[in-house]
């Protein structure tokens, strides 16, 4: 965010202060149930004070992550166009971060979401409220069936990213981006549009 | 394997030397290239001792893992039958092992080769030639389109076991079995014997 002039609230310590009761609070209560009052009280500072340093719930929680991409600039180029190809530009966008320097991030997080629980529930919060939501809500599903959908989105996105980043198996690992697109993004196609499973 | 009676050769740290050089020599050299032979030499005995302790390759190398089920012992259920229903019995295997108390050693071999390069090779190793070459030499496929099938299952079959058992998103995280092996086999199973990209 653009910085401001003028009056300086806080000390030094404040903006950590406010980045650490926001990952407890979004890790313990979910990103919906987590609430700006209650994490300036538990930082000791005013509501405004957060709000004057991180914007908005959406930015305070980016920033909580050390997500290294906003999804919000990301995907309007997901949900234009034809619906039947949402599923490639998912993974054609996915990869393009993923091969961009933001990898290092990327990579980083998953290793401490496979060790640490904390980080672990603010990953799932993350890809549910900053991802998947957004994607879904341009769809037309019935949305008894979102979760599932979801859900399956992120193993097939997160296994990709694990094989191709973290565990390097090839030829997935060294595969041109296209090819990936064209092999995996119908896999996306089918769970987020797709005949599925009732039970 | 059995235990034998009579001559016990070796120190009580020699099965330990064996395992450790044969970690390093499956993960710096790879399964195939990896031989008794240099792991006996490196831990400094007979070859002999190491057939002695551990049996085959295979079983040093499941042993050398930590591996906490035989895939040759479960492959057999996947192969048999209708080829079209693989992909559907590869993910119901998969789950009934990962759903059983074997889980806990498959979560912390993620956690490992998410933060560890050699755990990394070898669980690439480990499912690739432990694994998927057993699947893949049963059907019948362009033996140059192997790898990438390959790997691209070990996408979704490792994104799903993160997804289900280490990052716990929900609804995936709880749902029946039979509702993952609807949503997912059909993934696999196009991954196996499917159109794919020729890029």
Chains 1, 2 share one sequence.
Do not use: C
């Not at 904390?118 to 900053?130: D, G, I, K, M, P």
């Amino acid at each position: 965010m653009a910085r401001r002039t003028g009056r300086r609230p806080g000390n030094p310590g404040t903006r950590e202060a406010i980045l650490s009761s926001a990952r407890a609070a979004f890790a313990e209560r979910g990103f919906d149930a987590a609430s700006i009052r209650t994490i300036a009280a538990t930082a000791g500072v005013d509501p405004a004070l957060v709000h004057h340093y991180f914007g908005s719930k959406d930015q305070l929680f980016l920033a909580a992550m050390q997500a290294p991409v906003d999804p919000r600039e990301l995907l309007p180029g997901v949900i234009a166009g034809d619906p039947d190809g949402i599923g490639e530009r998912l993974v054609r966008t996915f990869l393009g971060v993923w091969d961009s320097p933001a990898s290092t991030a990327g990579v980083a997080l998953l290793r401490s979401a496979v060790s640490n629980e904390w980080t672990a529930r603010l990953l799932r919060e993350f890809v549910v409220t900053q991802v998947l939501r957004r994607v879904l809500e341009h769809l037309d599903i019935d949305p008894a069936e979102l979760p599932l959908r979801g859900s399956l989105v992120a193993t097939q996105l997160v296994g990709l990213a694990m094989m191709r980043y973290v565990i390097r198996l090839e030829p997935v690992a060294s595969a041109a981006p296209e090819t990936l697109v064209a092999a995996v993004g119908p896999t996306i196609q089918r769970y987020l549009t797709g005949e599925l499973p009732t039970g």
